[in-house]
């Protein structure tokens, strides 16, 4: 089992809904998680941190945090063209100093 | 100037030869790392650095070796470079740890023929 997981898409989401993707773990001693977005061909970008269960919103972007059930969600409100990307889910427990990647889940926006 | 820089951008190299890939950073961050990227298996952490007198393996590091020559710069080596080492290869640093997540590099293609 990979100690994090995503589904590798793609996920296809029209213009203006909506896009939740979806990330579990398998270490219970995880506690810092981190949504980074990647274009094609280029370097990861973090765009959300999320450290304690519930939601934390910025922006579009809303990331959501289940200790309990090792999930780990990412919401992007009002989905734009330019969102369409790989997004990769990382996790860690605290005090590591080494992130734990998931294989990313590619994104598409239909415009 | 962009916080990390990765040289050389894309490199193509034979079989058997040495290669090493450049990382420098101008974040002040003590903590460095090296990653590759393959289709598939996302990203994969190769070796880490904590400061330049401290070098840990990952847990891919069969065939590659660094060097940390200065807190700023952290070098990767592919001794005898082989075609399964084709990959995108990615510097990251942090502050205080990986709680903060990761600043990365631009990346470099390496193509081993």
């Known amino acids: 089992q990979k100690e994090v997981e995503q589904n590798s898409g793609p996920l296809s989401v029209p213009e203006g809904a909506i896009a939740s993707l979806n990330c579990t773990y398998s270490?219970?001693?995880?506690?810092?998680f981190f949504w980074y977005r990647q274009y094609s061909g280029k370097s990861p970008e973090l765009i959300m941190s999320i450290y304690s269960n519930g939601d934390k919103e910025d922006g579009r972007f809303t990331a959501q945090l289940n200790k309990a059930s090792q999930y780990v969600s990412l919401l992007i409100r009002d989905s734009q063209p330019s969102d369409s990307a790989t997004y990769l889910c990382a996790g860690t427990r605290a005090g590591n100093e080494k992130l734990t990647f998931g294989t990313g889940t590619r994104l598409t926006i239909i415009p | 100037d962009a916080d990390v820089t990765q040289t050389p951008r894309n490199r193509i190299t034979k079989t058997g030869k040495r290669i090493m890939l450049e990382c420098s950073q101008t974040?002040?961050?003590?903590?460095m790392y090296w990653y590759r990227q393959d289709p598939g298996l996302g990203l994969r952490l190769i070796y880490y650095?904590?400061?330049?007198?401290?070098?840990n393996k990952g847990e891919i590091s069969d065939g590659y070796s660094v060097s940390r020559q200065a807190q700023a710069k952290f070098s990767l080596s592919l001794e005898s470079a082989i075609p399964n080492q084709t990959a995108l290869y990615f510097c990251?640093?942090?502050?205080?740890?990986?709680?903060?997540?990761?600043?990365f590099g631009s990346g470099t293609r390496l193509t081993v023929v």
């Open positions: 270490d219970r001693g995880s506690q810092s």
């Open positions: 990251a640093t942090s502050e205080n740890g990986a709680n903060y997540g990761y600043t």
């Open positions: 650095s904590f400061d330049v007198k401290d070098i």
């Open positions: 974040k002040g961050h003590d903590r």
